[in-house]
């Protein structure tokens, strides 16, 4: 995108060809119009051709794979209309493409190879393998597997389901049809049997079915005008040409052969290099002269090409990638304490071990007839011949005793835990997708959850990286004002005065006039009148001219109710450029038409007409464009409007220096305002220059080797000693909500940093305007040019710093470069934790990614990087949760995003609400389901100290294995996804309460071991009152063992419940259906005779005794839990829990504002990266 203050743009392909001879004697069917029609033609001088040329710009960053230029060796040979020839090493990729993961064989061992590349999997398994042996099994061998092959089941089908839909939509894709050259004729053909080499015909509102170059097409200029919507997300109208010497050619009527050497395929989208050889002549090709897969043709009839890219080696397919994998920092925590669980698993393990050899030890004269032991079989009449059960000896049996206690206790680390996390993240996903406070009416989009496993880290977040043009602004430009030849048209006194002002012309005999209408200076206005013939006048002519031409928009009709009214539509990339030409329309200088040769503007009512020389196309190294025309009295001007700083260095000061210095005056003061300027010059161009120009860009345009270079080289030769005409104003308007937005974020101790490309007055402007910096903050600006300048600037703002309560730092990007990776790095960011407010101005992409990762690096905070354009990808990739902007600069922010949304002021709901919901509910989910299988486990544990260390088990095999994935599994899901610890209007009236998670008060070290004593006492009760209660009764083990499971379940729902803030009927018929289900499930296992304790819940449940075990468990277990929240509630509660209380009193919400302020002040400072 254009952007005069941005210091690195978003690449747009080139809009006209390198190397096209324009038609400047064809008539245009397209202009028929009363007024003259004046035509410039200076072939005839032989020196200058009506040759149109076009530079090719340099990748952006971001997309640096296209270029590297091409040798020889590293080409893609493409014989056109040979595809036989083409193709005859079978080295180029068929044109089928493939999305799915798996075929129905790979499907299965694929699948289980993915799911197990999570430890905890591999770890059930290996429990799983360790009870088919003889000597371990504890539990059947069926029901030890069953909760490993649920969760693998579950995750399979989910798999499986998405893999089919990618299935269908392949062969939905691959079975289209395409017009396809066969024999001298065009024939239907299926996308997938399309070949590199072959001519492909594509006609009006059909899809491109591959990368092609384009040949010819229905315009007699050879202009294609496509939609880019399915590749980039891009609305707007692009062109692509043909090539001059291809353009006249039928493929029906005479054979089409030739040779283009390409590069190898790449996923750059905005970059094409290549040569064709034709007729005996080279021509180079460009990003202007391919059409790419998914691409759809509009308001053209047919467009004919050559397949040089098919299937896979697409530039859509290789961009067919996600964004990189994060994980969240609280599933990071959460391994790190199954790690300590493991440990704490083998810890009981081997007390159980050890306990047991001390037992075989002392006892070993016993064994024989030892209770829960006995080494002899004695069912032989003969009791010297009675024979030994399976004794390995002292050793081996304790050995064993250690691995089967594994398996009794494997549900210590909870397998139905990564399931249910799914299962919350995606519920909680649903309700952020459908939350209409954050639904964008303008572009009708929806929040989007990209990233399902970093939901929670919303809730952590402490630094807020963000663009600025697009993301803070909405990206759509309006033109101000104009300072022309030294003049300020700025409307100043005579804003009162501005008026709309229409120039309305005529095109196929219908009256037309632009789409938007722009606010005009009647002073100015009226000098376009009355000064036609003065050097002023001249002056205003060639700025309003520059405005008009120098651009790549491309000019629609549009039709209306009226019939004989139209709308000019002005399609283009940049809505800086849509600004300037709706602008010079506004002015009497409207664009009618450009073709591959030439442009026709309406000046005042004169039709005029102007060859298109040369173009060379913005790019990042030179930040300026220029075009090249031979105007209506035969002279030959280039054109160049570009960004201040790279346009001042190429004007010739020494003509008109008062001019250069009034400009950049008025240029200070448009940017103070927070307004977007471009410079404007122009030279005229010698007969002697102009060939000397034409040489060397055809020379550069056709090398392989080092083109990009040697085009700008070209370019920046003939952009050189330009008189200046002006500069331009546009505004940029603030997105709606955005100083509220980040009056919200601050409050909530999160610290915004805004990297821009913008200049330095612009972006302190906008920052006063968003309320990102205030008159009572104290600015350190950092602005040098050298290393060591930077170095003693550093030490000078540190100090201030220091004795202002309210620094805001703002640093450009040159000083970036002497700082980031360097020795300076430690001492920026020393000062940059203290600023309240970092502004970074002329940053490029990549140091926009520097400086996330030096916070990243630094400190244990959380970040989160939001953007709109491709060059904040590498930012939003970087941070560690990234969010995407639908805006006006396509889709590659959002591709590149884990969450996306149509506006910043989005912002505050997603952190402050769902945020810390999703934070507030996962904390609670982990916790809680460490200590329901740890409950279970201990009960496990005390039984085994009571059976002499043999792993016996009172509770049958199948309660073990379901009480994690059944009994218990559900409520917790619920909870996760439905449970407010507050409501939504306090969580954004409040946005200090979002400090919760910024502290990481809902989950840590501390709160882990609190469960863990928690669950110790607990799983006490839960097995000694039973235990006792029955200890003198003639009760068998498996009635205890029904008891001791129901007595768990019902405590640990219970325990939730106390726990759940906001009940709904879900939440109610989880947590008691639960239980519901617990007992049904006992019931049918102990209904079942072939297992072992049959009818025992039936004997065990006739008795009081039982019922009175139920109702104590959870009383006895619970209170301790209870007195505690009581007492610490009342004593030292915390922000939540005080707001919580007041929501539930309905009292007026105003508690102590030191209180509140204390959340922000602590959360002032960075919180260094833990060794």
Known sequence: MMDSNSNIQIEIPPVLDSNIHSSSRRSISSIQSKNSLREVNISESGSKTTTRYGSRRADSEGFSVSQKEINDEDARLVYVNDPNKTNERFEFAGNSIKTSKYSIFSFLPRNLFEQFHRVAYIYFLVIAILNQLPQLAVFGRGASIMPLAFVLLVTAVKDAYEDWRRHRSDRIENNRLASVLVNNQFHMKKWKDIQVGEIIKIHANETIPCDMVVLSTSDPSGVAYVYTTNLDGESNLKTRYAKQETLSKTPENEKISGLIKCELPNRNIYGFQANMEIDGRKVSLGPSNIILRGCEIKNTAWVIGVAVYAGRETKAMLNNAGAPSKRSRLETQMNREIIILSVFLIALCTVISICAGVWLWRDKKELDYIPFFRKKDFKKDNESDSDNYNYYGWGLEILFTFLMSVIVFQIMIPISLYISMELVRVGQAYFMIRDEKMYDEVLDSQFQCRALNINEDLGQ???????????????????????????DYSGGNASSHEEHVSHPIQVDGKLVRPKMEIKVDPQLIKMLGDRKDTEEGQCLHNFFLALATCNTIVPIVLETSDPILGLIDYQGESPDEQALVYAAAAYGYTLVERTSGHIVIDVQGERQRFNVLGLHEFDSDRKRMSVILSCVDGSVKVFVKGADTTMLSVLD???????????????????????????????????????????????????????????????????????????????????????????????????????????????????????LLTERMTQIVVNNKSKESCRKRLDEATALAHDSSLPALIIDGTSLVYI?????????????????????????PLQKAGIVALIKNRTDDMTLAIGDGANDVSMIQMADVGVGISGQEGRQAVMASDFAMGQFRFLVPLLLVHGHWNYQRMSYMLLYNFYRNAVFVFVLFWYVLFTCFTLTTAITEWSSVLYSVIYTSIPTVVVGILDKDLRRRTLL????????????????????????????????????????????????????????????????????????????????????????????????????????????????????????????IPIGALIPRFVVKVIVQRYWPSDIQTMREAEKIGENL??????????????????RRRS
């Open 989 to 1112: 009236k409040y946005p200090q309460l979002y400090g919760s998670g910024q502290k990481e008060e809902n989950y840590n070290s501390k709160l882990f071991w609190i469960t863990i004593l928690d669950t110790l006492w607990q799983s006490i009760v839960v097995f000694f009152i039973p235990l006792l209660a029955y200890w003198a009764s003639t009760i068998d083990s498996s009635s205890l063992g029904d008891l001791w499971t129901l007595g768990a379940v019902v405590l640990v729902n219970l325990h939730l419940a106390m726990d759940v803030i906001q009940w709904t009927w879900t939440t109610h018929v989880s947590i008691w259906g639960s239980i519901v289900v617990t007992c049904i499930c006992v019931i049918f296992i102990d209904a079942l005779p072939m297992l072992p304790g049959f009818w025992a819940i039936f004997n065990l449940a006739s008795t009081s005794l039982f019922w009175l075990c139920l109702l104590v």
């Open 653 to 771: 000061k020494s003509s008109d220096s008062k001019t250069v210095s009034l400009t950049e005056s008025h240029l200070y003061n448009y940017s103070s305002t927070g307004l977007r300027t471009l410079v404007v010059g122009m030279r005229e161009l010698s007969d002697i220059e102009f060939g000397k120009w034409q040489s060397s860009f055809e020379s550069a345009s056709t090398a392989l080797i080092g083109r990009a270079g040697l085009l700008r080289k070209v370019a920046a030769n003939v952009e050189t000693n330009l008189t200046i005409l002006g500069a331009s104003a546009i505004e940029d308007k603030l997105q709606k909500g955005v100083p509220e937005a980040i009056e919200s974020l601050r409050m909530a101790g999160i610290k915004v940093w805004v990297l821009t490309g913008d200049k330095q007055e612009t972006a302190i402007s906008i920052g006063y305007s968003s309320q």
């Open 1150 to 1167: 105003g508690f102590s504002e030191i209180e509140m302020r204390q959340v922000l002040e602590d959360n002032n400072h960075p919180t």
């Open 820 to 844: 980031l990776d360097s020795d300076l790095e430690e001492q920026f960011f020393q000062l940059a934790s203290k600023c309240s407010v970092v502004l970074c101005c002329r940053v490029a």
């Open 461 to 487: 977040i402490k630094y807020v990286f963000s663009d600025k043009t697009g993301t803070l602004t909405e990206n759509k430009m309006e033109f101000k004002c104009a300072s022309i030849r030294g003049v």
